[in-house]
């Protein structure tokens, strides 16, 4: 069974870079449709970046576009997320996700907070 631990995570000031990993094992992530989701307290869960596992074709949600990027590590057997120019507004908790075929497997997340 695939098993996703994420790390990373932080508060940060806005502006600032971050870097977030998702580390997997029981599984390779390149056999996955891999993403990263957010959830901030009251809302609903929503998907940031997903990575396709032919050809690494990346989709990324409209409000991170151009700040963040999804990328796979296949030697280590991770996926990372590079969070640049970090907002307010992109404080959440951040889940890795892989699906294959609806088996769909979460890690537990790491908190992001980005205040001054």
């Known amino acids: 069974q695939l098993h996703l631990v994420e790390s990373g995570g932080g508060l940060v000031q806005p502006g600032v870079s971050l870097r977030l990993s998702c580390a997997a094992s029981g599984g390779t992530v390149s056999n996955y449709v891999m993403g990263w989701f957010r959830q901030a307290p009251g809302k609903e869960r929503e998907s940031v970046a997903v990575i396709i596992p032919n050809g690494g074709t990346t989709l990324h949600a409209d409000s991170v576009k151009g700040r963040f990027t999804i990328s796979r590590n296949n030697a280590e057997n991770t996926v990372d997320l590079q969070m640049d120019t970090l907002k307010p507004e992109d404080t959440a908790v951040y889940l890795c996700?892989?699906?294959?075929?609806?088996?769909?497997?979460w890690g537990q997340g790491t908190q992001v907070t980005v205040s001054s």
């Open positions: 996700n892989a699906d294959e075929s609806g088996w769909v497997y």
